[in-house]
Each structure stands twice: as C-alpha cells, then as structure tokens.
C-alpha cells in the first residue's frame, strides 16, 4: 500500500491550506495522483486550487492520472494570472484529452483575451489531435491577431489525426483565400505529404495566379516531401 493511499482526502485538501509549503505542496501531488476523489471534492479543490500556491501541481497530476471529472477545475487555470499555470492547465486538458476538455481548449482560444493563452489553447488542441478540431484552427491560423497563435494553429493542423491533407486542398481551392494562408497551407502540405501531393501542388502551382513568394513555398513543400521521400 503506497503513503497516499493511508491519508483520507478531506485532510489533504484541509492540508492545502496549511501555513507550511511543503506541507501544501505534498497534499497537491497527492490529490492530483488520487482517483477516488469525490465531487463534493473536486468543487472544494476549484475554489482553493487556483488561489494556491501549489495550485498548479495538482492541475498536472488530475491531468496527468485522467481524473474524470476534473475538467472545469484544470479549465480554470486558464484564466490564472500566473503565466506557467495557464500552460500547466492547457497540458492538463491535453493529457484528459476528453470531449469536455476540448470544448474547454476551443473556447479559450477563441475568446481570451491573453494571447499566450491563446497559443497554448491551440497547441494543445492539435496534441489532442482530434480531426473535427480542423476548423477551429483553421480560423485561429487565418484570422487570430496574434502571429504566434496564428503559427501554433498553423502547426496543430499537422498533428490532427485524419485526413488532413483533403481538408488542406479543398481550403487551398476555396475562392478568396489570402496569400498567407496560401503558403501556410503549402507549409502543411510539405510536412505531411507524399508522391500523390507532390503532383497535386504542381498542378495547384500550374492552374493558379499567385505572387512569387507562394510559389516559392509550394516549390519548398515539394522539395520537403521529396527529401522526406529520399531519405525514408
């Protein structure tokens, strides 16, 4: 029987609020590798938890062990003022990876107004890598005010598990795409194509008006996947 499995849980989240550090932190790492916690529990630890200093030991270890029900309390990380607990919560609610953990990643993405938040939201999201996610970074990568968010959307669109590539092409097709979203696309397309892409870009790059530096990029993804090709 390990040392945790002898505390009761209503003395560690009592332990959470103890005048000693050390005592606060190992009543976090406890909790957050417990899986019998209560509901009743997990609402005290969302009111203690993100005004602690500990806080985001927990947040890891809930997210770490897949504690069902936990998502709202990781989520509320998100809105934490310390910059690492936010990334803590958006890893968190990658390793839950559950529906409720998603919706949580997508709606801060779109509407926080912290654009590390934002980036985090999007990196995680393309970790989950849920296929039905493509849109929402999609839209993030087109129009998200921030460079680095657009970037990290840009990226979470090479993990999503599905296929990617037909989702790519068809937006690529679509009337009145920009030319930022031209290269991105072409960026993606480099990374995880094959022979069969390769001569869709240079019909693509054949049929299509577009400035030199798309080109450009469409010829770099070709280039990408034949040395990614070679070198299999």
Not at 5 to 19: A, C, G, R, W
Not at 109 to 130: F, M, N, P, Q, Y
Not at 178 to 201: H, P, V, Y
Request: with cysteine; charged share 30%.
């Amino acid at each position: 029987m390990k040392t945790q499995d002898l505390i009761p849980n209503p003395k560690l989240i009592e332990d959470l609020s103890s005048s000693n550090y050390h005592t606060r932190w190992f009543a976090a790492e406890v909790l957050g590798t417990k899986r019998d916690l209560t509901d009743a529990e997990v609402k005290s630890l969302a009111k203690i938890a993100p005004k602690s200093d500990v806080g985001e030991v927990l947040v890891w270890g809930l997210g770490m062990m897949k504690m069902p029900g936990a998502e709202k309390l990781i989520g509320s990380f998100l809105e934490h003022p310390v910059n690492y607990y936010r990334w803590r919560a958006a890893e968190a609610l990658r390793d839950l990876g559950t529906d409720e953990a998603l919706n949580i990643l997508t709606k801060y993405l779109e509407v926080s107004s912290e654009d590390e938040t934002r980036w985090k939201c999007a990196w995680a999201i393309g970790e989950i890598g849920r296929m039905d996610s493509a849109e929402t970074l999609w839209e993030a990568a087109q129009n998200d005010t921030d460079r680095y968010v657009r970037w990290k959307s840009v990226w979470g669109l090479t993990r999503l598990k599905g296929d990617v590539e037909s989702f790519i092409k068809e937006k690529m097709s679509e009337q009145g795409i920009n030319d930022f979203m031209l290269w991105r696309s072409a960026w993606i397309l480099g990374r995880i194509g094959n022979q069969k892409t390769i001569e869709w870009l240079t019909d693509f790059k054949n049929d299509h008006q577009v400035n030199d530096y798309v080109n450009y990029q469409i010829s770099l993804a070709i280039d990408t996947i034949n040395s990614r090709i070679e070198n299999a």
